[in-house]
């Protein structure tokens, strides 16, 4: 049983920064996993982010989030980090961490999620 659960997301105001951990329990390793993180609001679909390999060596992200967000993990803390920098109001959504083989997350039908975290960007 892979059980993942996000959590740092909150209030924010535009141009803030905030960083949310996925956090792996149970007798998951992230280390066995590509690790991805993907959000979703009311208006729009579901929206892949980025993705960490299971090495940890690679990352990947979506255009729409290259260059403000960054993907890491720890491995001791058996956790994944999704930092984001200079927040927008259109990036308030639930933010969700999955993981899977790498090609599922990218192509975004992992197997595996958290149950999310709200991000609320103010203007």
């Known amino acids: 049983q892979v059980q993942l659960a996000e959590s740092g997301g909150g209030l924010v105001e535009a141009g803030d920064s905030l960083r949310l951990s996925c956090g792996a329990s149970?007798?998951?390793?992230?280390?066995?996993?590509?690790m991805g993180w993907f959000r979703q609001s009311p208006a729009k679909e579901r929206e892949f982010l980025g993705v960490?390999?299971?090495?940890?060596?690679?990352?990947y992200y979506a255009d729409s989030v290259r260059g403000r967000f960054t993907i890491s993990r720890d491995i001791a803390k058996n956790t994944v980090y999704l930092k984001m920098n200079r927040l927008k109001p259109e990036d308030t959504a639930v933010y969700y961490c999955?993981?899977?083989?790498?090609?599922?997350?990218?192509?975004?039908?992992?197997?595996?999620w958290g149950q999310g975290t709200q991000v609320t960007v103010s203007s």
């Open positions: 960490i390999s299971y090495s940890g060596n690679q990352t």
């Open positions: 999955a993981a899977d083989y790498g090609p599922d997350v990218v192509g975004g039908h992992p197997r595996f």
């Open positions: 149970g007798s998951t390793l992230i280390s066995e996993y590509a």
